[in-house]
């Protein structure tokens, strides 16, 4: 069974930068397709971002063009680098696999990690 940790959260202004970082243990992901969703206080979990095993990236529409999702199979490692951030992101990100599908709804998602907490100030 495949454990997904998520590091890099934290407290940053708004316009600033942060990268989050997802690291896999119990197996190899290189054949996985990975992603990132976020819930914010009294919402639902949402969809960010995914990348598939080959390398092809989705993005949610809120985050394209400010978010950069990218994978290291050698380090079994998924990041997510995100700019310009402002207040409205500010959630509980989430890191996740799916093997058949690409995850971009909850459905597809097969683990999940633990969560890692993002904050932007305005």
């Known amino acids: 069974q495949v454990q997904l940790v998520e590091s890099g959260g934290g407290l940053v202004q708004a316009g600033g930068s942060l990268r989050l970082a997802c690291a896999a243990s119990?197996?190899?992901?290189?054949?996985?397709?990975m992603g990132w969703f976020r819930q914010a206080p009294g919402k639902e979990r949402e969809f960010v971002a995914a990348?598939?095993?080959?390398?092809?990236?989705y993005y949610s529409d809120v985050v394209k063009g400010r978010f950069t999702i990218s994978r290291d199979n050698a380090k079994i490692t998924v990041y997510l680098q995100m700019n310009s951030l402002t207040a409205e992101d500010t959630a509980v990100y989430y890191c996740?696999?799916?093997?058949?599908?690409?995850?971009?709804?909850?459905?597809?998602?097969?683990?999940w990690g633990q969560g890692t907490l993002v904050t932007v100030s305005s």
């Open positions: 996740a696999t799916a093997h058949q599908y690409i995850p971009t709804r909850i459905s597809d998602v097969g683990v």
């Open positions: 119990g197996r190899s992901l290189s054949n996985y397709n």
């Open positions: 990348i598939s095993w080959s390398g092809r990236t």
